[in-house]
């Protein structure tokens, strides 16, 4: 049968040196790893970005899927006294040089929620991030947000679909020439035949 281990006066300092050092190990934990409160995080779906006096929040895509159109939902800024214009496209367009996208006026010290900037082609499918540029007055910055579904709190975000144009082929219309029918001229020769009658004058 086991006894239990009594501490004696011998085996007391040395537990009471091993909780000071264990006192001192966590402590020194706690120094080099930071509070969590301090540490940065996305509290929301979305992810943040900034461009010059313009600060973005929350910004995702809505698409149903790849190739898609698609709503980039979130809130922007304007963290300056002067107004400015935001512009919103996909890398795509920027590299294409279409200059296609969606402008938001901000005035100054204004902030605004993205409820109808139309990306008509989400090169990515949901789940996945996209490449978004944001164009002000001060330059561009590129930052990839994540594509969701339109399910759950983004259920009523339904981009509108692109229309294509579509071009039918033109219709040759094709000039039909009838032969033209010669009639044959009939020439009727009459021959009058002139019976000279020599009255005999007897």
């Known amino acids: 049968m086991n006894r239990p281990v009594i501490p004696t006066l011998r085996t007391r300092p040395l537990l009471a040196?091993?909780?000071?050092?264990?006192?001192?190990?966590?402590?020194?934990?706690?120094?080099?790893?930071?509070?969590?409160?301090?540490?940065?995080?996305?509290?929301?779906?979305g992810v943040a970005a900034s461009n010059g006096a313009v600060q973005a929040r929350d910004l995702l895509v809505v698409s149903s899927r790849k190739d898609g159109p698609g709503l980039l939902s979130g809130s922007v800024i304007n963290t300056g006294s002067e107004p400015v214009t935001v512009s919103f496209l996909t890398r795509a367009d920027?590299?294409?040089?279409?200059?296609?996208?969606?402008?938001?006026?901000?005035?100054?010290?204004?902030?605004?929620?993205?409820?109808?900037?139309?990306?008509?082609?989400?090169?990515?499918?949901?789940?996945?991030?996209?490449?978004?540029i944001i164009s002000t007055g001060a330059g561009q910055s590129l930052v990839s947000v994540p594509v969701l579904l339109p399910q759950g709190p983004y259920a009523s975000l339904t981009p509108t679909t692109v229309a294509t144009a579509t071009t039918a082929p033109a219709t040759v219309a094709t000039a039909t020439t009838a032969p033209a029918t010669s009639a044959p001229a009939t020439t009727t020769a009459t021959t009058t035949t002139t019976t000279a009658t020599t009255a005999a004058t007897g």
């Open 17 to 45: 040196a091993a909780g000071v050092l264990a006192l001192v190990a966590l402590g020194a934990c706690s120094t080099q790893s930071p509070l969590q409160t301090t540490v940065p995080y996305q509290p929301a779906d």
């Open 94 to 132: 920027s590299e294409a040089g279409t200059g296609k996208g969606t402008s938001v006026q901000l005035k100054g010290r204004e902030q605004k929620r993205l409820e109808a900037v139309q990306l008509d082609k989400v090169p990515d499918a949901p789940g996945a991030l996209t490449a978004i």
